[in-house]
């Protein structure tokens, strides 16, 4: 994606400008150094380019050279200035010698074009909102500005309309002049997130399509390397050490209760119910991997926990009798069983499913499956005539 074109091309602040070439024919001449070359003949040239800006404020100018090796008519950078790459094109009009103009690309076509230069911004969602940068952090105060931020963040880069910002916001509560409220707390978002980004040239948080629109860098956004981590092991290949390790390291992203608590309406909270499903479909394949690896000690404490928060998720309640078992406590296997059918009992009036009362039957029996790599997977399969695993 071309972004910045001209005899010397601009980009975000940054200029480049061709500098001296120095050319070497292909037969192996020496090179001479000139401006512009004046072979007509196909050359090989080593053109050095200089990016450079004036700082804000500082009377300054930043420079950061560039070099780029050019065959023919056109030619790369091979140290580009962050993710940007500059070209250089070189013509010979009849008579006259060459010239050269550069142009300065981004490497990313799909990306927003940032200004040069320009520090990393980053979001969290997975417990708690926040935003931060080499300058700080700054996490937003009220649950209308918590509301706003979450909404754009969720959206992933995406227009959000200025109807869905108000539903989130506010609901079936709104304030009167409402747009004219939610300009008033984008603009103080704008604001805060402006401080982390003092030499930012166009703003983070940008008005798009009847709606606003926040700009996130490659990276920037905890939950979505959270949920690109979840793809990847879904596509398989790593041995179960491997997924748990990955596992492991996506779980750590999480500092807390989604969103750090309840936030926003409908948008909000579909995409909270999604990361927490993902979260606890990793939890699941975690202890599978850990079981499997032999880590059934390593897994007992962590899986009593969650079992605190998720009293009736079956899965957890089956690898923990697992685990249990393994470790010789055979009656503790047991007594998470009975825990289940007595809270079901009471408090639903239901029982365990035949799933659960598998486990129960296999511990009770003392089954060889149990201590078999895929007990969970093998115990859960239907069974036949009531034949005793093996």
Same mark, same amino acid.
């Given at each position: 994606?071309?972004?910045?074109?001209?005899?010397?091309?601009?980009?975000?602040?940054?200029?480049?400008?061709?500098?001296?070439?120095?050319?070497?024919?292909?037969?192996?001449?020496?090179?001479?150094?000139?401006?512009? %070359?004046?072979?007509?003949?196909?050359?090989?040239?080593?053109?050095?380019?200089?990016?450079?800006?004036?700082? %804000?404020?500082?009377?300054?100018?930043?420079?950061?050279?560039?070099?780029?090796?050019?065959?023919?008519?056109?030619?790369?950078?091979?140290?580009?200035?962050?993710?940007?790459?500059?070209?250089?094109?070189?013509?010979?009009?009849?008579?006259?010698?060459?010239?050269?103009?550069?142009?300065?690309?981004?490497?990313?076509?799909?990306?927003?074009?940032?200004?040069?230069?320009?520090?990393?911004?980053?979001?969290?969602?997975?417990?708690?909102?926040?935003?931060?940068?080499?300058?700080?952090?700054?996490?937003?105060?009220?649950?209308?500005?918590?509301?706003?931020?979450?909404?754009?963040?969720?959206?992933?880069?995406?227009?959000?309309?200025?109807?869905?910002?108000?539903?989130?916001?506010?609901?079936?509560?709104?304030?009167?002049?409402?747009?004219?409220?939610?300009?008033?707390?984008?603009?103080?978002?704008?604001?805060?997130?402006?401080?982390?980004?003092?030499?930012?040239?166009?703003?983070?948080?940008?008005?798009?399509?009847?709606?606003?629109?926040?700009?996130?860098?490659?990276?920037?956004?905890?939950?979505? /390397?959270?949920?690109?981590?979840?793809?990847?092991?879904?596509?398989?290949?790593?041995?179960?050490?491997? /997924?748990?390790? /990955?596992?492991?390291?996506?779980?750590?992203?999480?500092?807390?209760?989604?969103?750090?608590?309840?936030?926003?309406?409908?948008?909000?909270?579909?995409?909270?119910?999604?990361?927490?499903?993902?979260?606890?479909?990793?939890?699941?394949?975690?202890?599978?991997?850990?079981?499997?690896?032999?880590?059934?000690?390593?897994?007992?404490?962590?899986?009593?926990?969650?079992?605190?928060?998720?009293?009736?998720?079956?899965?957890?309640?089956?690898?923990?009798?697992?685990?249990?078992?393994?470790?010789?406590?055979?009656?503790?296997?047991?007594?998470?069983?009975?825990?289940?059918?007595?809270?079901?009992?009471?408090?639903?009036?239901?029982?365990?499913?035949?799933?659960?009362?598998?486990?129960?039957?296999?511990?009770?029996?003392?089954?060889?499956?149990?201590?078999?790599?895929?007990?969970?997977?093998?115990?859960?399969?239907?069974?036949?005539?009531?034949?005793?695993?093996?």
């Amino acid at each position: 994606m071309t972004v910045g074109r001209s005899r010397g091309g601009h980009l975000g602040g940054w200029a480049i400008r061709p500098g001296q070439c120095s050319r070497q024919a292909s037969s192996g001449a020496s090179p001479r150094m000139s401006p512009y %070359p004046t072979s007509s003949s196909l050359v090989t040239h080593r053109l050095a380019v200089q990016a450079f800006r004036r700082l %804000p404020g500082a009377g300054v100018t930043q420079s950061a050279p560039l070099e780029l090796h050019q065959t023919g008519n056109q030619g790369t950078a091979l140290n580009p200035v962050r993710n940007y790459r500059v070209n250089a094109e070189i013509k010979r009009e009849p008579g006259k010698s060459f010239k050269i103009s550069t142009s300065m690309h981004s490497e990313n076509a799909a990306s927003d074009a940032r200004p040069i230069g320009d520090m990393m911004l980053k979001f969290q969602l997975l417990g708690m909102i926040s935003a931060s940068s080499e300058r700080g952090e700054v996490r937003p105060r009220g649950a209308l500005q918590r509301s706003l931020l979450v909404t754009l963040l969720v959206s992933e880069g995406r227009p959000v309309s200025i109807e869905c910002l108000i539903d989130e916001m506010w609901g079936g509560k709104q304030p009167d002049a409402v747009e004219n409220a939610v300009h008033a707390h984008v603009s103080r978002l704008r604001r805060k997130l402006a401080l982390l980004e003092p030499d930012a040239r166009s703003p983070r948080l940008i008005t798009q399509h009847s709606g606003y629109r926040l700009v996130l860098d490659e990276g920037g956004l905890d939950a979505v /390397t959270f949920m690109r981590g979840y793809q990847q092991i879904r596509s398989g290949g790593a041995s179960p050490a491997e /997924t748990a390790r /990955t596992i492991r390291n996506l779980l750590g992203l999480w500092q807390g209760p989604i969103f750090g608590g309840s936030v926003g309406g409908q948008v909000c909270q579909a995409a909270a119910a999604r990361f927490e499903e993902t979260r606890l479909e990793l939890q699941e394949m975690l202890f599978d991997c850990e079981l499997e690896n032999a880590e059934h000690r390593r897994i007992i404490p962590e899986l009593q926990t969650l079992l605190v928060e998720h009293p009736y998720k079956e899965r957890f309640r089956q690898q923990l009798m697992v685990a249990l078992y393994r470790s010789g406590r055979q009656t503790d296997a047991l007594e998470v069983y009975r825990a289940l059918h007595s809270q079901l009992s009471e408090e639903l009036g239901l029982s365990p499913s035949p799933a659960m009362q598998e486990y129960e039957r296999a511990v009770l029996e003392q089954d060889p499956v149990l201590h078999n790599t895929t007990a969970v997977q093998s115990l859960t399969r239907p069974r036949r005539h009531h034949a005793r695993l093996s």
